[in-house]
């Protein structure tokens, strides 16, 4: 039972994650920590290396259909680089508490973003 709700969150994580161009963090991280039972910054770690090969795949779709903006790809695409590359630094000396609130955080933030400024 534990394994299909894991491929059936995953599959809702990758259709979220195809069909917004991101977001499916918000949905495996806490599945992550309710039903595999991970450290907080372990589920963290893998929702990341879980969602890159669905970010991949939609690339490829969106390329194919040119469905991007190429200069802006590669100047966002930039900052995002550094970006990972700080918050993986960051993620290992934060404490497990600061993590959660921050997650949290964002998490709400994006929620009132969308209710109240679409």
């Known amino acids: 039972m534990n394994r299909l709700l894991l491929l059936l969150f995953g599959g809702l994580t990758g259709l979220v994650n195809g069909f917004f161009g991101g977001g499916g963090g918000m949905i495996i991280v806490p599945v992550l920590l309710l039903l595999k039972k991970l450290p907080v910054k372990k589920a963290h770690a893998t929702a990341i290396l879980v969602i890159l ?3 991949l795949v939609s690339a ?6 040119e469905g991007f903006d190429l200069l802006t790809t590669l100047n966002v695409g930039l900052g995002v680089i550094a970006g990972g590359l700080l918050g993986s630094l960051l993620l290992k ?3 497990n508490k600061l993590i959660t609130v921050m997650f949290a ?3 709400a933030a994006a ?3 969308m209710l109240f400024f679409p």
Do not use: E, L, R, T
């Not at 490829?60 to 259909?65: E, H, L, R, T, V």
């Open 53 to 55: 090969p669905v970010c």
């Open 105 to 107: 955080a964002v998490m």
């Open 93 to 95: 000396k934060a404490s």
């Open 60 to 65: 490829f779709f969106y390329f194919s259909a």
């Open 111 to 113: 929620g009132v973003k």
